[in-house]
């Protein structure tokens, strides 16, 4: 199907298409390594496990939108560069981050014009829904002098 969606495409279409995918694919890379980072600095090793299944899923996304991208002859962006040191800072970032992939996914599930990447977009949304909530389930448990500050 994506195929024949593809020889539909504009080149200029096709282009935007790549970019949505690289853009998601780098920002649940980021998502992965900053919640990797914050478990690394946890003593709390319950909201570790947690966090840890937040970066697989988070990783598994990015694999998806990988091959997404590859399969359209694009090339996926290199890995984003953090500061570091985990710190609260860094999770409360993770969940303001998951927060807007809530958003962001069912736009962009509307508006790619591709069924096949807007039902992976809606898929992965459910995933994030699911990232939002631990996120949530984790921060309100922590100290925010005991997470690295």
């Not at 539909?8 to 990797?36: I, N």
């Not at 958003?103 to 939002?132: M, T």
């Amino acid at each position: 199907m994506l195929a024949e969606v593809m020889k539909q495409l504009t080149a200029q279409q096709r282009e935007h298409l790549l970019k949505v995918l690289e853009e998601r694919y780098a920002d649940e890379l980021r998502d992965a390594e900053l919640v990797e980072k914050a478990a690394e600095g946890l003593r709390y090793e319950q909201l570790r496990s947690v966090l840890k299944k937040i970066a697989a899923r988070e990783r598994r996304h990015a694999e998806l939108l990988r091959q997404k991208i590859r399969s359209l002859g694009g090339e996926p962006p290199a890995a984003p560069e953090l500061p570091q040191g985990a710190t609260w800072q860094q999770l409360l970032e993770a969940f303001e981050s998951e927060k807007a992939d809530l958003v962001s996914y069912i736009e962009d599930a509307y508006g790619v014009g591709d069924p096949e990447i807007a039902d992976l977009f809606r898929k992965i949304h459910e995933e994030e829904e699911q990232n939002y909530r631990d996120l949530l389930s984790v921060i309100t448990k922590l100290d925010p002098y005991q997470a690295g500050g």
